[in-house]
């Protein structure tokens, strides 16, 4: 018997995931807690079943996918009145794909776990265009039996599955991941900037780096973005910015400082400062060595 899912999130990563996975047919449950995104209509012309409340799209399921945004929402949904906590069934298995730190991560665990709850942590790299494409990098902490039960659904959604460790393993790497995307923002803006002033074709430039030792999925997936003024968000400035804040709070326990996090903290906070900034994607980045800007 295939096992009911529920899916609860429908944003830019979470809609296409629920759509990959209500396209393999598997009975999907789905929940948003504005109902115009466009994901949750996306996810239903897929087969998906939408929800309109929490308690309607996990009932019955034996896995629950989350998707959200900061801590405060991964903890509404799963931990608040009326959330999963209070309408699963037990021994139901949560998987968040939310970035919120290994800290939370293990504080939700155990409170799952006290209602005979399962959980684990999968924060994802790879943008709207892996969850779209199904190729995204998944991360993931929790007990190896439970990965085992998870992995036919998880390789529908992503390329690369890795087991990390123990809850909150994979918070704990996909921050390393966050460091190196927002470092390595800098480092594009301003290879594409420095082609500029050089009169080089920025677009040159990205087609002769990719294939060399500078090359990254920023310069191949971004660069082209930068250079077409694509600012659309794959990944919202305001994300990383969330995402260098879990950072920062991981440095300050451990008593420890790095450089970089702090430089690109302090180029993505002016950014959002921008007209529009703190909605666009990371690439929005170059408006710093814009004038215009």
């Not at 500078?214 to 003024?229: C, E, H, T, V």
Request: contains cysteine; hydrophobic residues 45%; proline residues 4%.
């Amino acid at each position: 018997m295939t096992e009911q899912l529920a899916f609860l999130g429908m944003g830019v990563m979470g809609g296409p995931m629920a759509v990959n996975l209500a396209r393999r047919g598997f009975p999907l449950n789905i929940w948003n807690r504005s109902p115009e995104k466009p994901g949750l209509h996306q996810a239903q012309q897929a087969g998906a079943t939408v929800c309109d409340s929490i308690q309607k799209a996990v009932a019955t399921a034996g896995i629950i996918f989350t998707c959200l945004g900061d801590v405060p929402d991964v903890e509404a949904v799963l931990l608040g009145k009326n959330g999963v906590l209070d309408h699963a069934k037990p021994d139901s298995l949560i998987v968040d794909f939310s970035t919120i730190g290994r800290d939370a991560a293990q504080h939700i665990a155990l409170r799952l776990a006290d209602r005979q709850l399962r959980f684990m942590d999968a924060p994802v790299s790879g943008g709207d265009i892996g969850a779209q494409q199904g190729t995204l990098t998944i991360m993931v902490g929790g007990e190896l039996v439970d990965f085992g039960a998870v992995q036919p659904y998880l390789k529908v959604l992503g390329k690369n599955i890795i087991h990390c460790g123990t809850v909150g393993s994979g918070q704990a790497v996909k921050l390393c991941n966050q460091v190196l995307a927002g470092v390595h923002m800098i480092g594009l803006c301003e290879a594409i900037a420095l082609a500029q002033i050089q009169g080089i074709d920025p677009a040159l430039m990205v087609s002769v780096c990719e294939t060399g030792a500078a090359g990254s999925w920023a310069l191949s997936n971004l660069g082209p973005k930068i250079i077409a003024d694509d600012l659309e968000p794959g990944f919202m400035v305001q994300h990383i910015l969330k995402d260098l804040r879990l950072v920062q709070e991981t440095l300050v326990q451990a008593s420890a400082t790095l450089p970089g996090v702090a430089l690109a903290e302090q180029q993505f906070q002016q950014v959002s400062q921008l007209l529009n900034g703190d909605r666009q994607g990371t690439q929005a980045m170059i408006r710093r060595y814009r004038s215009e800007d």
